[in-house]
């Protein structure tokens, strides 16, 4: 099902389409052979983008990194220590997973490469207090339970990626299907949908292949 918009960072643009900024995010993992638990992170309320959401540590590419494979490694190494004080062992800790792009409809557009993680043994997430201001480790369905009860805000990406992982019974099941996989980016569209229970048009984030999309 298509979830409403906008959410925080995702308000829709009246003016020229916005060029979208690198992006990389990492989808820490940890409980392998056993079970599967994501890592995510508060970003404060008082941030402009995506303020109070609960997130995958993440960031935008600077432009010195170039914008190749090796540079969105490189800021998600970068933005993971940052953003949740982990230190990966370098840039082959990383599985690529996804690559999604911000609708051309909305404001603050991003292309983002998510990598898969294994959590380094002996680490534990220290969150800066700032930018980001707790953390969690949750099944991906649990997650998704706290954001059904109110309990967590979840932004779109977030929620897709969350129930894709939902799939997986163990870390060790979800990297091997993931190594060597080719990953195709992902751009959903924005489209008005008549929301007559809502009292007018609704603005609805579709994905490829779902009604709507074309």
């Not at 970068?78 to 982990?86: D, P, S």
């Amino acid at each position: 099902m298509a979830d409403p918009v906008p959410g925080p960072g995702e308000e829709l643009n009246e003016g020229p389409t916005t060029v979208p900024r690198q992006a990389a995010t990492v989808i820490v993992l940890r409980a392998g052979d056993d079970a599967l638990e994501v890592l995510l992170v508060k970003r404060t309320p008082q941030a402009r983008f995506m303020g109070g959401a609960w997130v995958f540590p993440g960031g935008a590419v600077k432009d010195a990194e170039g914008d190749d494979d090796a540079a969105h490694r490189a800021a998600a190494l970068r933005e993971l220590a940052e953003e949740a004080g982990i230190a990966l062992s370098g840039a082959q800790a990383l599985v690529p997973f996804s690559r999604w792009i911000t609708p051309v409809e909305v404001k603050i557009r991003f292309d983002t490469r998510f990598y898969l993680a294994a959590m380094p043994s002996g680490q534990e997430p220290v969150v800066d207090g700032e930018e980001i201001v707790d953390h969690a480790w949750l099944e991906p369905q649990a997650a998704l339970r706290a954001h059904e009860a109110g309990e967590l805000l979840l932004v779109f990406p977030t929620i897709k990626h969350l129930e894709q992982l939902a799939a997986f019974a163990s870390v060790t099941e979800l990297l091997a299907y993931a190594r060597g996989r080719e990953v195709e980016p992902v751009l959903p569209r924005v489209v008005i949908m008549d929301g007559a229970s809502a009292g007018g048009e609704v603005a609805r984030i579709v994905l490829p292949g779902e009604p709507g999309y074309e």
